[in-house]
Every structure is written in C-alpha cells, then in structure tokens.
C-alpha cells in the first residue's frame, strides 16, 4: 500500500490538491481550480510528498 490514495488531500512539490486517480503508470490529482495534472509514479518517489488529514 503506498502513501498516497484516492481521496488524499496532498501537496506535492509544489502542488496541492486531491488525488483523483492512482494507476500504474501515472498518479492523478486535481487542484481547486479543477485542473488534473498526471503525475508519472516513478518521479513521485524522487518528490516530497505532504499528505493532509481529513
């Protein structure tokens, strides 16, 4: 299980948003302005990563 899912309200870098979608290839999250941004796993393991409580 890893450390982010869907539903985690996270930052990432400079990101900050809900994960919307966790795939094999690509993690996607969706940022207040509606925006989804894919975000290739293998660079998620090489970035900083804030998961915040609910």
């Known amino acids: 299980d890893g ?3 869907e ?10 948003g809900t994960v919307v979608r966790v ?5 996607v999250l969706e940022t ?6 894919a975000i290739p796993n293998r660079e998620l393991s090489k970035k900083r990563i804030t998961v915040f409580q609910g």
């Open 3 to 5: 450390i982010i899912s």
């Open 7 to 16: 539903g985690s309200k996270v930052r990432i870098d400079d990101l900050e």
């Open 23 to 27: 795939g094999r290839a690509h993690t």
């Open 32 to 37: 207040e302005k509606g925006e989804r941004i």
